[in-house]
């Protein structure tokens, strides 16, 4: 009734590739001039320096805000907006709003993990929906954590 919401709850929804997918469609269009194809672009996501989505007071000009999303194996790190180490006995911690758009693919960042996002808490390409890029700290590359 309101209009759009300043971010989505991802894991509240039943179809969140759906929403990606939309998503892409309306970022493509946007840049028609330009030539872009559906086929040629990707989700490309940024950790926002919000913690909740109570605090965005924008949306934004394209792309979507989503919450709801947590890390297994790691912890965000506010301060040095890297991936960090989970406390001990901390399986899981929330991840901060993301900010997912639509970009042409590019070349690999080597300090970027490309974190899986799951549909279900099963991993497996049935319930994969999308990659969120995390920056890793200088010291641990992202193959220390595709182990965790």
Same mark, same amino acid.
């Given at each position: /009734?309101?209009?759009? &919401?300043?971010?989505?709850?991802?894991?509240?929804?039943? %179809? &969140? $590739?759906?929403?990606?997918?939309?998503?892409?469609?309306?970022?493509?269009?946007?840049?028609?001039?330009?030539?872009? $194809?559906?086929? *040629?672009?990707?989700?490309?996501? !940024?950790?926002?320096?919000?913690?909740?989505?109570?605090?965005?007071? %924008?949306?934004? *000009?394209?792309?979507?805000?989503?919450?709801? =999303?947590?890390?297994?194996?790691?912890?965000?790190?506010?301060?040095?907006?890297? =991936? $960090? !180490?989970?406390?001990?006995?901390?399986?899981?911690? *929330? =991840?901060?709003? =993301?900010?997912?758009?639509?970009?042409?693919?590019?070349?690999?960042?080597?300090?970027?993990?490309?974190?899986?996002?799951?549909?279900? /808490?099963?991993?497996? *390409?049935?319930?994969?929906?999308?990659? $969120?890029?995390?920056?890793?700290?200088?010291?641990?590359?992202?193959?220390?954590?595709?182990?965790?």
């Amino acid at each position: /009734n309101t209009g759009r &919401p300043m971010s989505f709850w991802f894991s509240g929804f039943f %179809n &969140p $590739a759906g929403l990606l997918t939309a998503m892409k469609q309306e970022v493509t269009r946007k840049h028609k001039s330009e030539k872009w $194809a559906l086929d *040629d672009v990707c989700a490309k996501s !940024e950790v926002t320096s919000f913690e909740s989505p109570m605090q965005i007071k %924008n949306q934004p *000009d394209e792309g979507i805000y989503i919450h709801g =999303l947590s890390l297994e194996g790691a912890a965000w790190s506010k301060a040095e907006a890297t =991936l $960090a !180490e989970s406390e001990p006995k901390i399986l899981y911690t *929330d =991840l901060p709003v =993301l900010y997912i758009t639509a970009a042409r693919k590019t070349k690999v960042d080597p300090r970027i993990y490309d974190a899986p996002i799951y549909k279900y /808490n099963c991993r497996g *390409d049935k319930y994969l929906l999308a990659y $969120a890029s995390l920056t890793c700290p200088q010291d641990k590359p992202p193959s220390h954590w595709i182990i965790r």
